[in-house]
């Protein structure tokens, strides 16, 4: 059923009775650039040797591609998935659900590292140990992800009023309060023209 408006302003509540755990699991938005820009700056530097300069902008470039198709699947399928009870209900909570109770709580517009870190830490070690690939598609893929948790973090405390960010900004905004079963590409949302979940500018075409 469509989502017709986030439940509660403000600050959500703390999830867990410890003060520290819980900003363990819901960060500050400078904890993700922090933990992933020298991620990032590594494994760029480290892979100057391993291809040509062209090679490598294209290693960057499907990096931040195969990102893109993680934001969208991982969005529609993990983030989404929202069991009424037991552990799943209280994941989702945790992981997403807070966030679509209290879109303007900035701690909850950033990834937590408890999805964060083992996603980042699952590309490094596919592309680089196991694949072998040049660590230019590692860092372009986290160069993808710390992308998107700045532009949601940015499309939820700005109101830009020109160019693509308006764009961004209107779509994301119709996941929230218009239909949160469709538009779940937040950086990438021409995923969701591929894939079918595109809403609507007119509501009535969306009902």
Do not use: C
């Not at 480290?46 to 960057?60: E, K, N």
């Not at 499907?62 to 069991?83: A, D, K, N, Q």
């Not at 680089?128 to 993808?144: E, H, K, N, R």
């Amino acid at each position: 059923m469509a989502n017709r408006g986030a439940i509660l302003r403000g600050r959500g509540p703390a999830v867990f009775s410890s003060t520290f755990i819980d900003h363990i699991v819901h960060v500050h938005p400078l904890v993700a650039v922090a933990l992933y820009l020298p991620v990032i700056v590594v494994a760029a530097v480290a892979s100057l040797d391993q291809a040509g300069p062209l090679a490598l902008v294209g290693w960057a470039v499907g990096g931040y591609l195969t990102w893109t198709l993680v934001e969208y699947w991982g969005h529609r399928i993990v983030l989404h998935f929202e069991p009424e009870q037991g552990w799943g209900a209280w994941f989702h909570r945790i992981v997403h659900g807070l966030h679509h109770d209290y879109p303007q709580d900035s701690r909850r517009s950033i990834m937590t590292p408890l999805l964060s870190v083992p996603i980042v830490g699952t590309a490094l070690v596919v592309s680089i140990v196991v694949m072998d690939l040049p660590s230019m598609y590692a860092a372009g893929f986290v160069l993808g992800y710390l992308a998107y948790d700045l532009i949601h973090l940015y499309l939820h405390h700005s109101r830009p009023k020109a160019g693509p960010m308006k764009w961004l900004h209107e779509l994301h905004m119709r996941h929230h309060f218009r239909d949160d079963g469709r538009g779940f590409g937040v950086s990438a949302p021409y995923w969701d023209k591929v894939f079918g979940t595109a809403i609507s500018r007119s509501r009535r075409a969306a009902q």
